[in-house]
């Protein structure tokens, strides 16, 4: 049989890793045709080991022959693979806390700061250190293999990779299909029974078509008259704002109110959950403080959020691992993630069409740089992935808004590359949340001071 080796970098990863895992022990093809070697890589030992131990558990009851094994190594872990699936974050939400409290405190009215708005800049360049320093260790080990990027902000990351490095890259999020389930719910269809195009940025992107597969109609009348009777609160963390901007640009953006609020400047409205953004109070508590609390990550208001008992236990990070690391064969199932059918698309030659990957445009979203990152849908085979050529054009106001992310996208890489606090500023001016040109000053010193030992050193040039 042909060999075959994925290594999953940052294998501590709960969500991505396990589920990359579970979609390996499932797969036919990749337990009888081919000779499969995972390597398993994490900077942090007790990580990495705890995920190795799950996986031997789950691929010997599996009787899956792969041979996996562990290392605190990248350049062992890649050498020589074929695909290298990545998803990096250290101490994700001690730093998303940051990301999102400072630039609010400086007067940016940024919702989330993953991956759009002022917050979303520190945090590309947290990442940028260690992804370019794997796609560089790649183009020394192995420098045909395919990275598979889970890590945020994808976009700006993704870019980064294809525009300084040589490695044949992809970003994957599930965003899209999150959107594809908020129309199923308006149009009271399945999934399975819509088609759609749609694309844009990653996690600001819109439905250009909806169609029934079986008939092949057009299913936005439908559409729009459904969103017009339907209940205005009804899911309004996550629809309402989408359902605002349904109405200005006449196209149904994905993936929620809290992604794709970070790239405008009216979502505040639309976000009841706000204040519940790593939350803290500053009369008892100093967060970030050594041996302080890290404010626990609320996605969003909804009835299990809200709806606690006075001594109900809050279910910490801690025993959420804890939880996901307990073996149990009857709770493996498809991650329904990209990744794996990727790989054996590519290795197999097979055709697949999927929904959305984050890829340099090259002309498939009409009026956006070629060498910008964006997302939509994409064929895969043999001869790797090429994204399909949308054939409505997204509007103008949603264009220009995208624009202006890719211009960011640049600053960050020149940021990143001179160390410039000044292209940094440069970035948070253009940014739609931006504060006030001295807070922004402000807030880049305090960011740099409070995150110095993992962002790289910058200054005022």
Not at 334 to 346: K, N
């Amino acid at each position: 049989m042909k060999r075959m080796k994925i290594a999953l970098i940052g294998a501590g990863s709960v969500s991505f890793a396990l589920g990359a895992l579970q979609d390996i022990v499932l797969s036919p093809r990749l337990k009888t045709e081919v000779d499969l070697e995972i390597a398993l890589m994490d900077i942090e030992s007790s990580h990495v080991n705890r995920t190795y131990q799950y996986a031997t558990e789950m691929f010997t009851s599996f009787s899956h022959p792969a041979n996996i094994w562990q290392t605190t190594h990248l350049e062992q872990a890649l050498q020589d693979a074929d695909f290298a699936i990545v998803a990096i974050e250290v101490n994700r939400y001690f730093y998303w806390s940051q990301d999102f409290h400072i630039p609010r405190r400086y007067g940016s009215k940024q919702i989330y700061g993953e991956n759009g708005g002022p917050g979303s800049m520190f945090h590309t360049l947290r990442n940028l250190g260690p992804m370019l320093e794997i796609a560089r260790t790649m183009e020394k080990v192995c420098p045909n293999a395919w990275f598979i990027n889970y890590t945020n902000p994808e976009a700006k990351l993704v870019e980064a990779i294809s525009k300084l490095t040589s490695i044949k890259v992809v970003g994957l999020c599930h965003g899209l299909d999150m959107g594809i389930h908020q129309l199923c719910d308006f149009l009271e269809m399945k999934p399975e029974e819509i088609g759609i195009e749609g694309g844009g940025l990653n996690h600001f992107g819109f439905f250009t078509k909806i169609w029934d597969k079986v008939t092949g109609k057009d299913l936005y009348p439908l559409f729009h008259e459904k969103e017009q009777k339907a209940n205005r609160l009804s899911h309004f963390e996550h629809y309402a704002l989408s359902r605002t901007m349904y109405q200005i640009y006449g196209y149904y953006p994905y993936p929620g109110t809290n992604h794709v609020g970070e790239y405008i400047s009216y979502a505040e409205d639309f976000y009841a959950g706000l204040s519940l953004q790593f939350r803290y109070d500053p009369m008892r508590e100093q967060p970030w403080k050594q041996g302080s609390r890290t404010p626990e990550f609320v996605y969003c208001a909804n009835g299990s959020t809200l709806d606690k008992g006075l001594f109900e236990k809050v279910q910490t990070q801690e025993s959420w691992v804890e939880q996901a690391y307990t073996f149990n064969k009857e709770n493996v199932r498809s991650s329904q993630e990209y990744a794996i059918p990727i790989i054996e698309a590519i290795f197999f030659d097979d055709e697949i069409l999927l929904n959305a990957v984050n890829l340099p445009n090259e002309g498939a979203i009409k009026g956006l740089p070629d060498d910008m990152v964006v997302e939509t849908q994409a064929i895969v085979n043999g001869q790797g992935i090429t994204l399909k050529p949308m054939t409505v054009e997204l509007p103008t106001a949603i264009i220009g808004t995208i624009h202006i992310q890719g211009t960011i996208h640049q600053l960050l890489l020149e940021a990143f590359e001179e160390k410039s606090k000044t292209k940094l500023l440069q970035a948070i001016l253009l940014d739609p949340q931006a504060p006030t040109y001295y807070q922004s000053c402000a807030m880049i010193d305090e960011m740099c001071e409070l995150q110095k030992d993992i962002l790289p050193t910058l200054e005022w040039k």
